[in-house]
Antibody, heavy 118, light 106 residues
């Protein structure tokens, strides 16, 4: 079964850091671009970042540039999001998603919740 | 980033046709993907490349894209179609989502 499972969310103070992980199974992880997408409480979807199959290309939404870093370990079938200098507006459910060759994001995890609050 | 504009809400009676629009500058020249999201669940891809359906998505779901507007059409609407719908485009090394449309089945 094709599956993505996120972990690492939690409560963190403003200015703090958190590292999210996404474990992939049921498909050849190294063959796909991967993305992080977030959804603030009661709000719409917001793309955060994505990464090419070999990690050589990475793109970010402007609001997280310089604070978040996307990475992957193809040997471990895992995607990561290192989040530093967190702000209240980063509070959201963070989803890991598979990018199907430019045809949209065809597999999504259930999400992990990040809350930034003092 | 590329701006996508969706109506906040659309209402339709069961059995009728719902049309959800997604506006963007010359969006007809881009590939548009559509997602359905039900409360408490992750999004599900329902249309890709403007009008293609992933396996498992009913034929009632269709899409079109021309000029400055892309449209998701749901025929013979069912109660189970009630959800939020989002359009998405990849442009200039950035993904963009529309603000979402809440489909209410009356």
């Amino acid at each position: 079964e094709v599956q993505l499972v996120e972990s690492g969310g939690g409560l963190v103070q403003p200015g703090g850091s958190l590292r999210l992980s996404c474990a992939a199974s049921g498909f050849t992880f190294s063959s796909y671009w991967m993305s992080w997408v977030r959804q603030a409480p009661g709000k719409g979807l917001e793309w955060v970042a994505n990464i090419k199959q070999d990690g050589s290309e990475k793109y970010y939404v402007d609001s997280v540039k310089g604070r978040f870093t996307i990475s992957r370990d193809n040997a471990k079938n895992s995607l990561y999001l290192q989040m530093n200098s967190l702000r209240a507006e980063d509070t959201a459910v963070y989803y890991c998603a598979r990018d199907y060759y430019g045809s949209g994001k065809d597999v999504w995890g259930k999400g992990t919740t990040v809350t930034v609050s003092s | 980033s590329y701006v996508l504009t969706q109506p906040p809400s659309v209402s339709v009676a069961p059995g009728k046709t719902a049309r959800i629009t997604c506006g963007g500058n010359n969006i007809g020249s881009k590939s548009v993907h559509w997602y359905q999201q039900k409360p408490g669940q992750a999004p599900v891809l329902v249309i890709y490349y403007d009008s293609d359906r992933p396996s498992g998505i009913p034929e009632r779901f269709s899409g079109s894209n021309s000029g400055n507007t892309a449209t998701l059409t749901i025929s013979r609407v069912e109660a189970g179609d009630e959800a939020d719908y989002y359009c998405q485009v990849w442009d200039s090394s950035s993904d963009s989502f529309g603000g979402g449309t809440k489909l209410t089945v009356l």
